[in-house]
């Protein structure tokens, strides 16, 4: 079976732009979560949707959107790029968020430059 | 604020020794507990998971929570080369959202 996937792997943008980054989930899955991580840091959550539905929101500027779609898979949004978005950014799918047993899957990221 | 700490390393082990590797985490309603290997470059990538007080083990890894200390560790035994990366330690306490640490580094010198 695939795993997470995301694309493009890696994107080179200018301040001011707006970037689109997407992710479908393991087969199954229906949640998906996204994380920002800077070199030297944990992953930093974003966004997490559960059923076509927002769940839960880390503490991003409004500047960073998302949604899922039927498919169950995402997109991440992020208008008015700033230098400090340089980062990884990685989605990770699960299960079912609502079970304390639920695990989630990393996909490779995509790694986003702005200059 | 909800927070997970680790030592951010790196941690330096011979081959074949025992590495030792630590978490603390804020919230005393975390009920799920992970770490994650993660290379140089590429995604975290699950080792193992636990939610109960006690050792999890899982081949050469053995996970241990102590919640009324607020603690995880992971233990991996018989440390290899390949093991030299970032492990990355999460929570989970039942709401939408999973907190991860900084990460600690771990150098297995041949």
């Known amino acids: 079976d695939a795993g997470v996937t995301q694309s493009p792997t890696h994107l080179i943008k200018t301040r001011g732009q707006h970037v689109t980054l997407r992710c479908s989930p393991i087969?199954?899955?229906?949640?998906v979560s996204w994380y920002q991580q800077v070199l030297g840091q944990g992953p930093q959550f974003i966004f997490q949707?559960?059923?076509?539905?927002?769940?839960g929101r880390g503490n991003f500027p409004d500047r960073f959107s998302a949604r899922q779609f039927p498919n169950y898979s995402s997109e991440l949004n992020v208008n008015a790029l700033l230098l400090g978005d340089s980062a990884l950014y990685l989605c990770?799918?699960?299960?079912?968020?609502?079970?304390?047993?639920?695990?989630?899957?990393f996909g490779p990221g995509t790694r986003l430059t702005v200059l | 604020q909800k927070e997970v700490e680790q030592n951010s390393g790196p941690l330096s082990v011979p081959e074949g020794a025992i590495a030792s590797l630590n978490c603390t985490y804020s919230?005393?309603?975390?009920?799920?507990f992970f770490w994650y290997r993660q290379y140089s470059g590429k995604s975290p990538e699950l080792i193992m998971s636990?939610?109960?007080?006690g050792d999890k083990e899982d081949g050469r890894f053995t996970a241990q929570l102590n919640k009324a200390s607020q603690y995880v560790s992971l233990l991996i035994r018989d440390s290899q080369p390949s093991d030299s990366a970032t492990y990355l330690c999460?929570?989970?306490?039942?709401?939408?959202?999973?907190?991860f640490g900084a990460g600690t580094r771990l150098f297995v010198k041949a």
């Open positions: 999460a929570e989970r306490s039942g709401g939408f959202k999973t907190i």
């Open positions: 087969s199954g899955h229906k949640s």
């Open positions: 919230d005393r309603g975390s009920q799920s």
């Open positions: 636990i939610y109960s007080n």
């Open positions: 990770a799918s699960s299960l079912a968020p609502t079970s304390a047993g639920d695990t989630q899957y």
């Open positions: 949707y559960y059923e076509k539905e927002e769940r």
